[in-house]
C-alpha cells in the first residue's frame, strides 16, 4: 500500500513571497490557489490567537483542490 505524503509551509500570505515563489503579476486574493497547485497541505497559524470565521473557512476551502489538507494550529485557550 502506499504512502501518503502531506509537504506544505506554515501559511501562504507572505509578501516577502512575491517573485520567490508568487509571480509578480498574481493578486493577493489568488496566492492560495496558487500555492496549492504546488503543495498539498498549510498550516494555518492565526488560529493560537483567534478562530477563522465560518467565512473564511469555506473561502480557503473553495480555492483549493477537494484533496488540500488544512491543519490548524491549536488555540492558546486549550
Known amino acids: 500500500m502506499g504512502q501518503i505524503y502531506f509537504l506544505g509551509c506554515s501559511g501562504w ?6 517573485e520567490r515563489f508568487y509571480p ?6 489568488e496566492w492560495l490557489s496558487f500555492y496549492s ?7 494555518i497559524n492565526n488560529t493560537f490567537y483567534h478562530f477563522p470565521s465560518v467565512k473564511n473557512l469555506q473561502s480557503w476551502y473553495r480555492r483549493t483542490p477537494e484533496d488540500f489538507v488544512f491543519t490548524l494550529k491549536a488555540n492558546r485557550l486549550i
Open 37 to 43: 497547485e504546488i503543495f498539498n497541505t498549510v498550516e
Open 24 to 29: 509578480k503579476d498574481i493578486k493577493k486574493r
Open 13 to 18: 500570505y507572505y509578501d516577502h513571497w512575491i
